[in-house]
């Protein structure tokens, strides 16, 4: 299933591409939806790389190892919120063995998109700071 955030224990990790970070090694071949391989598993990304597979609208790369921690991630976010709300809304379905695999599903779906929601938010803070910082410094002269 291509779709596990984590497979065999913490050996590789499926994150958001907005935290992917240059030396992370790819676990799996990242692939456009026809099956065409555009990286290779065991690439170690680059900046350049990173970069390419955001414009190829590239969601979520699958890394080795365990780099992001995302358990606090997302804290906040409209994600985060519907996260927190998953054990209210399958409280009456915590014996049936199908509906847990499908709350862990939507739990590991939330926790993707709240932790890439926050990533984005810290980036469109940090490009505010720099812009204020340029225009203190003089506008660029």
Known sequence: MDDNLYCFGDRMQKIPIDLARPGMKLAKPVTKEG????????????E?????????????ITVQGHPVDMGGAGAG????????RLDHLFRKHSGDKWMTRVKERMGQYF???????????????????????????????
């Open 77 to 84: 976010t409209k994600y985060a919120e519907r996260l927190e």
């Open 111 to 141: 926790q993707l998109k709240a932790a890439a929601q926050e990533a984005r938010m810290k980036a469109m803070e940090a490009v505010e700071e720099n812009g204020e910082a340029s225009s203190e410094n003089g506008g660029g002269e």
């Open 48 to 60: 350049g790389h990173i970069g390419r597979l955001e414009t190829m609208n590239i969601e979520r």
């Open 35 to 46: 099956g065409m391989t555009i990286m290779a598993e065991g690439m170690e990304l680059t």
